[in-house]
């Protein structure tokens, strides 16, 4: 009688098991590179909207006081707006955003640190710096006393800027 051999090798080649790495290695890296760039542009949303809300904050300001804030000695590094306890200068920038957006909200960046304020000559990228100047125009002509930017820098070294009219 002639006995059959039956194969009992169940599992996978090693080929098939270095393919099935490779195609996961692949699914992850896309996945993770997609996480980065949603949250990239998640966080320039809300810088967006922080211009927007800063520029809502600076009419209701200008039909308050008559004036827009001045921009002068404004180069204030990661200051923490809204809990400052050094008193702003009468009328400055920094006391526009005590008074108009604070209150009852907690004013930060994206990322959860403070903003840093400067005016329009500090020109170099920085991620949640707010620049704001008076007079001036976002393609950096002069206007009036009725006229100011406000400045984000975005992510990729990409700024938005928005005028006042």
Not at 25 to 53: E, H, K, P, W, Y
Not at 104 to 122: A, H, M, Q
């Amino acid at each position: 009688m002639v006995q059959k051999r039956v194969s009992n090798n169940r599992g996978f080649t090693l080929i098939e098991v270095v393919l099935v790495l490779a195609i996961g290695g692949m699914i992850f890296l896309l996945a993770f590179l997609a996480f980065r760039q949603v949250t990239a542009n998640r966080r320039d949303t809300q810088r967006r909207s922080d211009v927007s809300r800063i520029m809502a904050a600076l009419e209701t300001s200008y039909v308050n006081n008559g004036q827009y804030p001045l921009s002068s000695n404004l180069n204030i590094e990661a200051v923490d707006i809204c809990t400052n306890t050094t008193s702003a200068t009468a009328g400055s920038f920094l006391e526009f955003l005590q008074n108009y957006m604070c209150e009852g909200s907690d004013f930060k960046s994206p990322t959860g640190e403070n903003y840093s304020l400067y005016t329009w000559g500090n020109m170099t990228y920085k991620k949640d710096r707010i620049r704001y100047r008076r007079g001036v125009r976002c393609d950096g002509t002069s206007g009036t006393a009725s006229t100011y930017i406000v400045m984000i820098d975005l992510e990729k070294a990409k700024t938005v800027c928005r005028n006042s009219s």
